[in-house]
């Protein structure tokens, strides 16, 4: 088979799931003997540090995704005026349709194929700007050459949500298990003040993400609050991992709650793995998700794992419930969030089965999904 060069557009390598997925891939395809061509909104983002030099980096350089289109038409034009073609594989909702609209405008023979990483109908509801992306995609997604979903529970909201329905639609999940990250979490940790909390010997429960609404962390300080109050503990301690705009709101919480030497917010940290592998209990109380690759990941670091049962990817990554303990999404439930951390810290895991869970959601795995949907 004639392997096509493959160019990824994404906005930039920020600190998120979808971006951290997708330097996954490209690494593997590149190992492959895959050619790529990264095309990026902005040249910006934690990530980019790990692109290797082989790697051709495209950088539009613009604020703003309907900026974009023009240089990436310029891109598509070259391609054709030299008889080659691409397949462009779009990350995120505002890269994937100014794919599509550029395909169409230039008339290119290069197929695109575009990634849904989250359920848009809760995109729908958080921002203007996400309302317009999603309105446009509900039409244009179909004109795309494939549309690849990260979850069952991702395609089945996006084939409800869809005025014309696409024809070819895939499951593939994320790129996460690799024995690179299984080396990272053998490594000590590297910030001092987190491996002090270590050292005290207590029970170390652990939230990973932005510091967002959508990450719904309020719940789980007030949970942990819960929990303290419930069994009289004078030792566990939560920590959360992440940066962003909720930061203030989460430490005035926190200080509300007397939990200032209980809880603590150490901003991002390169190597979250370190800790997992660690922690006592990982818990994730998102509101919603696509499929939540920090899940994936504490189950590789053999960390037992709680989950508030959102939409989506918890359900399907924990198997209903097998590889971890999964809650009803009801309303913010503290008291159901606080017994459940109980549970995971009194339960006698095997951590040799949540290892072997984690190995289905692997980067070789997901790669040769990748290409043979593609075609490439």
Request: charged share 20%.
């Amino acid at each position: 088979m004639i392997r096509k060069k493959i160019a990824v557009l994404i906005p930039n390598l920020a600190g998120g799931g979808a971006e951290k997925t997708t330097v996954n891939l490209i690494k593997r395809l590149i190992s492959d003997g895959i050619e790529v061509d990264l095309i990026i909104f902005q040249k910006t983002g934690i990530f980019l540090s790990e692109i290797q030099d082989t790697v051709n980096i495209i950088n539009l350089n613009t604020q703003h995704a309907y900026q974009s289109l023009i240089p990436l038409l310029q891109y598509l034009f070259s391609l054709k005026s030299k008889g080659e073609s691409v397949h462009i594989l779009s990350v995120l909702e505002h890269a994937n349709i100014i794919a599509i609209v550029a395909k169409l405008l230039s008339g290119s023979s290069s197929k695109v194929f575009v990634s849904i990483h989250s359920t848009l109908s809760r995109i729908l509801k958080i921002s203007l700007k996400g309302f317009i992306a999603i309105v446009a995609a509900k039409f244009l997604y179909a004109l795309a050459d494939g549309v690849i979903c990260v979850s069952d529970g991702v395609k089945e909201d996006w084939l409800k949500q869809a005025i014309w329905k696409p024809k070819n639609i895939t499951t593939i999940y994320n790129p996460i298990y690799s024995e690179e990250l299984i080396e990272k979490s053998k490594e000590d940790i590297s910030d001092e003040k987190i491996a002090t909390i270590f050292q005290s010997n207590s029970p170390i429960i652990l939230g990973i993400g932005r510091l967002t609404e959508v990450k719904n962390f309020d719940l789980l300080i007030k949970a942990f609050a819960k929990y303290i109050e419930k069994t009289n503990s004078s030792k566990a301690h939560l920590i959360i991992l992440g940066e962003g705009p909720e930061r203030e709101k989460l430490e005035k919480l926190i200080n509300e709650l007397q939990l200032n030497d209980r809880v603590s917010l150490p901003g991002f940290v390169s190597n979250p793995c370190a800790i997992l592998s660690k922690a006592n209990l990982f818990v994730l109380s998102s509101r919603f998700e696509g499929l939540p690759t920090v899940l994936v990941e504490a189950l590789a670091c053999a960390c037992p794992v709680v989950s508030v049962d959102c939409e989506s990817g918890p359900k399907e990554i924990l198997n209903n419930g097998e590889y971890g303990i999964l809650i009803p999404n009801n309303n913010n439930d503290e008291e159901c969030l606080a017994e459940a951390i109980e549970r995971g810290l009194t339960t006698e895991w095997n951590k040799q089965k949540l290892q072997d869970r984690a190995k289905i959601f692997s980067i070789e795995n997901s790669a040769a999904e990748y290409l043979k949907f593609m075609g490439a």
